[in-house]
């Protein structure tokens, strides 16, 4: 054997690669039109579930809020009502006016009483009812009726005592005007104008229209609780708790 044809049998052939080899890639056999390989692409994020909890925990929270936002809504619209109707003279020609009751002191009503009367006196004398219907019962450890004290403060003041009719068993809105609405079937009566502070119109001519009243109102202007003052949107926002509350047990 020559030499060359040795070193033709130990040299590597021209063409092999040198170093450690690769191995192939896998063929992919290709697929008919319209399919895509099944799988995940390079460069996409898989979306992790969220549990049950989760889920529940983020819907309970949207509707607390949601809840939140409506009942606010709900609230500012009827604290603008009762601001309204505060504001809203309805005197007219009516069958009795009905006072509201109040504190007393001893037989003498106090100045939101007595503001509230000189109102209701006021539209008696121009002739807007033939009669007055006081109301409020008697305070633990009181001697007098808020309405015995409403009807001595008129008598005074030149209404006829056959004028004037007593409702003083009630101990609040609800009972004094469920007491009027007895006394004025009676009389085959029910077109009323309600007298009393603004803030307390709303929820007063509420309460007559459910007993079966025609109702309108008209707000004391001389009250000690001043339109526009801060007392007075303390007292609506609280009237507006209260129709709340009435609303709930009533309807």
Not at 81 to 107: H, K, M, S
């Amino acid at each position: 054997m020559s030499p060359a044809s040795a070193a033709e049998r130990v040299a590597p052939a021209a063409d092999a690669p040198s170093g450690p080899t690769r191995p192939e890639a896998p063929v992919v056999p290709p697929l008919p039109d319209g399919e895509w390989p099944v799988g995940p692409r390079r460069g996409t994020v898989r979306k992790r579930r969220r549990s049950f909890l989760a889920e529940a925990w983020r819907w309970l929270v949207a509707g607390a809020i949601f809840a939140g936002l409506a009942s606010g809504l709900l609230g500012a619209v009827l604290i603008a009502a009762i601001y309204r109707q505060a504001r809203t003279d309805q005197t007219r020609p009516v069958e009795a006016i009905v006072v509201l009751g109040t504190a007393q002191f001893n037989g003498r009503p106090g100045r939101v009483l007595q503001a509230r009367l000189n109102r209701a006196l006021a539209v008696y004398e121009a002739g807007t009812a033939p009669l007055i219907v006081v109301t409020g019962g008697r305070a633990p450890g009181d001697v007098y009726t808020e309405a015995e004290a409403a009807q001595g403060y008129l008598i005074e003041r030149g209404v006829p005592p056959e004028a004037i009719l007593l409702e003083n068993e009630g101990r609040d809105t609800w009972g004094s005007m469920r007491g009027v609405a007895a006394l004025l079937a009676d009389a085959n009566l029910d077109r009323v104008l309600l007298v009393s502070d603004g803030f307390h119109l709303f929820r007063v001519k509420l309460m007559a229209r459910d007993l079966g009243l025609t109702a309108f109102a008209a707000a004391a202007p001389e009250s000690p609780i001043r339109e526009g003052g801060g007392g007075e949107f303390s007292y609506v926002v609280r009237e507006a708790a209260a129709v709340v509350v009435y609303l709930w047990v009533n309807r």
